[in-house]
């Protein structure tokens, strides 16, 4: 079934998995500098919080800890993977970015963007595919993340009179999330091959294990959007009670 092995790894059993860090010295290398880059990007411009350093301490902790092992055998472990990196990281690190002007026209592209990329890395050949490449396992961690940190800058970032926009952008989106959480929850078979022989050691088959992912995505996904949604109604509401102009 391997045609090479995956990056992370060969798929790990239970008594295995808690030495399997990657300790791969150019990922190592390489978060460290975005890091120290966008640390210096905030300070540039006035931002003093922590939010960015936290959120590449998390991606650092995705991509180096054994769940990236873990992935490699269960579904469900590659779900709870992004769903870190895409709705606690991508937040975290977007805070840190210059925020959209009013108007900007970023918004919709952005919600467009990770709606494509979410559903191409998600469906069955594009995901196999993702387990036997490396240069296509980091194509999908690129452009998941990348969209996401775009599409939260969008979210969290913007001016308060674009909040109706910002509102039908955030529901949008946690329906499509959602959509596709139920749509991998409700399936009646296992749609990626690649797990079919890895999560019997761990007390799954491949649909349960698909059916977990499913609802690892369903719920986390639609209530963390749309409380960014909500959150930019809120930032109007009290603009409003205090009389100040938007």
């Not at 860090?21 to 290398?29: G, K, Q, R, T, Y």
């Not at 019997?200 to 499913?214: C, I, K, R, V």
């Given at each position: 079934m391997w045609q090479q092995i995956a990056y992370c790894?060969?798929?790990?059993?239970?008594?295995?998995?808690?030495?399997?860090?990657?300790?791969d010295p150019f990922l190592m290398a390489a978060l460290g500098v975005l890091a120290v880059l966008h640390i210096g990007l905030c300070r540039t411009y006035g931002?003093?919080?922590?939010?960015?350093?936290?959120?590449?301490?998390?991606?650092?902790?995705?991509?180096?800890?054994?769940?990236?092992?873990?992935?490699?055998?269960?579904?469900?472990?590659?779900?709870?993977?992004?769903?870190?990196?895409?709705?606690i990281a991508a937040p975290l690190i977007a805070s840190g970015l210059p925020q959209p002007a009013r108007g900007s026209k970023g918004l919709w592209p952005a919600a467009t963007t990770f709606l494509a990329v979410l559903w191409?890395?998600?469906?069955?050949?594009?995901?196999?595919?993702?387990?036997?490449?490396?240069?296509?396992?980091?194509?999908?961690?690129?452009?998941?993340?990348?969209?996401?940190?775009?599409?939260?800058?969008?979210?969290?970032?913007?001016?308060?009179?674009?909040?109706?926009?910002?509102?039908?952008a955030g529901i949008a989106t946690s329906v499509q999330m959602g959509l596709l959480g139920a749509i991998l929850t409700l399936g009646n078979h296992a749609w990626f091959t690649v797990h079919y022989l890895t999560t019997q050691a761990w007390g799954l088959t491949p649909l349960e294990d698909q059916q977990l992912g499913g609802v690892l995505m369903w719920v986390p996904g639609c209530l963390l959007l749309l409380w960014a949604s909500l959150r930019s109604f809120h930032r109007v509401w009290r603009i409003m009670e205090s009389g100040q102009p938007a």
């Amino acid at each position: 079934m391997w045609q090479q092995i995956a990056y992370c790894g060969l798929p790990p059993v239970p008594g295995g998995l808690a030495g399997r860090f990657n300790l791969d010295p150019f990922l190592m290398a390489a978060l460290g500098v975005l890091a120290v880059l966008h640390i210096g990007l905030c300070r540039t411009y006035g931002h003093r919080g922590r939010a960015p350093l936290a959120g590449w301490a998390i991606v650092a902790a995705c991509l180096l800890s054994p769940l990236c092992a873990l992935s490699v055998a269960l579904f469900a472990a590659r779900v709870a993977q992004h769903m870190i990196l895409l709705l606690i990281a991508a937040p975290l690190i977007a805070s840190g970015l210059p925020q959209p002007a009013r108007g900007s026209k970023g918004l919709w592209p952005a919600a467009t963007t990770f709606l494509a990329v979410l559903w191409f890395w998600h469906m069955p050949a594009p995901y196999d595919a993702t387990l036997r490449s490396t240069q296509l396992y980091w194509a999908m961690h690129v452009t998941l993340f990348g969209a996401a940190v775009w599409l939260w800058r969008d979210l969290i970032g913007h001016d308060a009179r674009d909040t109706p926009n910002v509102l039908a952008a955030g529901i949008a989106t946690s329906v499509q999330m959602g959509l596709l959480g139920a749509i991998l929850t409700l399936g009646n078979h296992a749609w990626f091959t690649v797990h079919y022989l890895t999560t019997q050691a761990w007390g799954l088959t491949p649909l349960e294990d698909q059916q977990l992912g499913g609802v690892l995505m369903w719920v986390p996904g639609c209530l963390l959007l749309l409380w960014a949604s909500l959150r930019s109604f809120h930032r109007v509401w009290r603009i409003m009670e205090s009389g100040q102009p938007a």
